[in-house]
């Protein structure tokens, strides 16, 4: 059992799972570099003033868009609007969900919950479900049978890998589960992870949801108009996910599975101050694995601190790019292959077990 | 029945922080609140079994270092997702400089 058998079975509950948990890589004891406690006390210090700037600019950037795109429509002269509302509608929500579900974004608790409502409802993701899904992701990042979240699946599939771009498979995932969820059931994975006090939480949401989208259909349809439907719910979902596809993708593709240290399966990678706000610093992405209540804002510092203890960062997303669509390509066929990585002299790789202290 | 134990000394803990203790197998978690009032608990999140001594002190909450979950350390109450059992305190007396928490 110890060796993995090809194909790899992602599911949540199935023989991967099971080798998982049989070889000590489920709820491990993961590398972490040895930064002072101090330190990182003061790096994980809350404040709700960089995150509350950034909402402001976030809110007024859906406003002036959606404002242009809704004044031109339909001439062409509201696509470029569409797609940067798009954007900022399917991609620039992936982190604001993920930054708001760690609770680190903001100092104030309720701050980060109503941001993190509104993102899970722009990207579709249940915001129970998804807690608890991350939650998971957290505890066995990219271990198979265990990570609910791991992106690209091997061997690659080139065409849902592109799809993904148009949030297609994702967007199909997320109109299912919201009329399963609606229904008052989860899927049997999602039982795996989700405890029973927190479900009655999933169907409220999902019914409130379904409401919406139900509105926002008759309204479309009153109206005689797709300019609802372009704005709110499934659409701007798919044709502004792009951006967190080509960033997120950034963060494990064609990197190791099954090992205990994020130094070989998350990759930090240098971008510029457009994509860092659309995407809250999730760039600096070994870092935020390894230390996951340190907030967006401190990244960039937590960054320099973790330097002698990690690889040098991918220069730019397209230089990320060039090591990841070779392996992609190359995991069709040798779904065993991972990119490899080489630490620091003298900074050893975590890759089996240890014993929990 | 008390079984107090010289967890440490109180100069050890900073305002408004939390050290880790280990005695006899068990793991706790000694804490400082910024009113300078010292609290016991286990050591471990009741969530994934992670060291709360890692983890961030602010005012009467602490947060588990790995997936945010957060309890009241006065009182050991889970304060919500992904926590969702509540975590034991101990009692805390002070002697002279040094902390003494009864685990029995």
Same mark, same amino acid.
């Given at each position: 059992?110890?060796?993995?058998?090809?194909?790899?079975?992602?599911?949540?509950?199935?023989?991967?799972?099971?080798?998982?948990?049989?070889?000590?890589?489920?709820?491990?004891?993961?590398?972490?570099?040895?930064?002072?406690?101090?330190?990182?006390?003061?790096?994980?210090?809350?404040?709700?003033?960089?995150?509350?700037?950034?909402?402001?600019?976030?809110?007024?950037?859906?406003?002036?868009?959606?404002?242009?795109?809704?004044?031109?429509?339909?001439?062409?002269?509201?696509?470029?609007?569409?797609?940067?509302?798009?954007?900022?509608?399917?991609?620039?929500?992936?982190?604001?969900?993920?930054?708001?579900?760690?609770?680190?974004?903001?100092?104030?608790?309720?701050?980060?919950?109503?941001?993190?409502?509104?993102?899970?409802?722009? &990207?579709?993701?249940?915001?129970?479900?998804?807690?608890?899904?991350?939650?998971?992701?957290?505890?066995?990042?990219?271990?198979?049978?265990?990570?609910?979240?791991?992106?690209?699946?091997?061997?690659?599939?080139?065409?849902?890998?592109?799809?993904?771009?148009?949030?297609?498979?994702?967007?199909?995932?997320?109109?299912?589960?919201?009329?399963?969820?609606?229904?008052?059931?989860?899927?049997?994975?999602?039982?795996?992870?989700?405890?029973?006090?927190?479900?009655?939480?999933?169907?409220?949401?999902?019914?409130?949801?379904?409401?919406?989208?139900?509105?926002?259909?008759?309204?479309?349809?009153?109206?005689?108009?797709?300019?609802?439907?372009?704005?709110?719910?499934?659409?701007?979902?798919?044709?502004?996910?792009?951006?967190?596809?080509?960033?997120?993708?950034?963060?494990?593709?064609?990197?190791?599975?099954?090992?205990?240290?994020?130094?070989?399966?998350?990759?930090?990678?240098?971008?510029?101050?457009?994509?860092?706000?659309?995407?809250?610093?999730?760039?600096?992405?070994?870092?935020?694995?390894?230390?996951?209540?340190?907030?967006?804002?401190?990244?960039?510092?937590?960054?320099?601190?973790?330097?002698?203890?990690?690889?040098?960062?991918?220069?730019?997303?397209?230089?990320?790019?060039?090591? &990841?669509?070779?392996?992609?390509?190359?995991?069709?066929?040798?779904?065993?292959?991972? &990119?490899?990585?080489?630490?620091?002299?003298?900074?050893?790789?975590?890759?089996?077990?240890?014993?929990?202290? | 029945?008390?079984?107090?134990?010289?967890?440490?000394?109180?100069?050890?803990?900073?305002?408004?922080?939390?050290?880790?203790?280990?005695?006899?197998?068990?793991?706790?978690?000694?804490?400082?609140?910024?009113?300078?009032?010292?609290?016991?608990? /286990?050591?471990?999140?009741?969530?994934?079994?992670?060291?709360?001594? /890692?983890?961030?002190?602010? /005012?009467?909450?602490?947060?588990?270092?790995?997936?945010?979950?957060?309890? /009241?350390?006065?009182?050991?109450?889970?304060?919500?997702?992904?926590?969702?059992?509540?975590?034991?305190?101990?009692?805390?007396?002070?002697?002279?400089?040094?902390?003494?928490?009864?685990?029995?």
């Amino acid at each position: 059992m110890d060796e993995a058998i090809y194909p790899r079975d992602y599911s949540m509950l199935g023989r991967d799972a099971k080798r998982a948990e049989e070889l000590g890589l489920s709820k491990a004891q993961w590398y972490a570099a040895p930064i002072s406690r101090a330190r990182i006390k003061e790096l994980m210090k809350r404040s709700d003033g960089p995150a509350i700037r950034d909402t402001l600019i976030w809110f007024a950037s859906f406003f002036i868009t959606a404002g242009f795109a809704i004044y031109f429509y339909p001439s062409w002269w509201s696509v470029p609007f569409f797609l940067s509302y798009g954007v900022l509608y399917g991609s620039s929500t992936d982190s604001r969900w993920h930054e708001c579900g760690h609770g680190t974004a903001f100092k104030t608790r309720w701050m980060n919950d109503v941001v993190y409502h509104i993102a899970c409802f722009m &990207i579709m993701r249940p915001p129970t479900v998804w807690r608890w899904s991350h939650t998971r992701h957290h505890t066995d990042t990219i271990i198979v049978g265990r990570d609910p979240e791991i992106a690209i699946q091997r061997p690659t599939k080139i065409w849902g890998v592109i799809g993904g771009y148009f949030s297609v498979g994702q967007t199909k995932a997320a109109v299912k589960s919201l009329f399963i969820h609606a229904a008052g059931r989860l899927t049997d994975e999602e039982l795996t992870y989700v405890p029973e006090m927190e479900r009655s939480r999933v169907y409220f949401v999902a019914r409130i949801w379904l409401a919406i989208h139900l509105a926002v259909i008759a309204i479309a349809l009153f109206m005689h108009s797709f300019l609802p439907v372009l704005l709110v719910g499934p659409l701007p979902c798919m044709y502004g996910a792009w951006v967190y596809v080509l960033t997120g993708i950034t963060q494990h593709g064609g990197l190791a599975e099954d090992v205990l240290d994020h130094r070989l399966n998350s990759r930090t990678v240098m971008m510029n101050p457009i994509l860092r706000f659309i995407y809250w610093n999730m760039n600096y992405h070994v870092e935020h694995h390894m230390f996951p209540m340190v907030p967006y804002h401190q990244l960039p510092k937590l960054y320099e601190e973790m330097k002698p203890y990690t690889l040098p960062a991918n220069t730019s997303v397209i230089d990320a790019y060039r090591e &990841i669509i070779p392996a992609l390509l190359r995991q069709i066929k040798d779904p065993s292959y991972a &990119i490899p990585r080489k630490l620091p002299d003298g900074v050893a790789p975590m890759t089996e077990p240890i014993a929990a202290e | 029945m008390t079984q107090w134990i010289d967890a440490c000394a109180k100069d050890d803990v900073a305002e408004e922080d939390v050290i880790r203790f280990d005695h006899a197998g068990q793991t706790f978690a000694i804490y400082r609140s910024p009113d300078n009032k010292f609290y016991a608990t /286990d050591g471990l999140c009741t969530h994934e079994k992670i060291h709360l001594a /890692d983890g961030l002190v602010m /005012d009467n909450i602490i947060e588990c270092p790995k997936h945010n979950g957060r309890f /009241d350390y006065t009182t050991g109450a889970a304060k919500g997702a992904p926590v969702c059992v509540n975590i034991k305190t101990y009692p805390v007396k002070l002697e002279g400089a040094r902390v003494f928490i009864n685990i029995a």
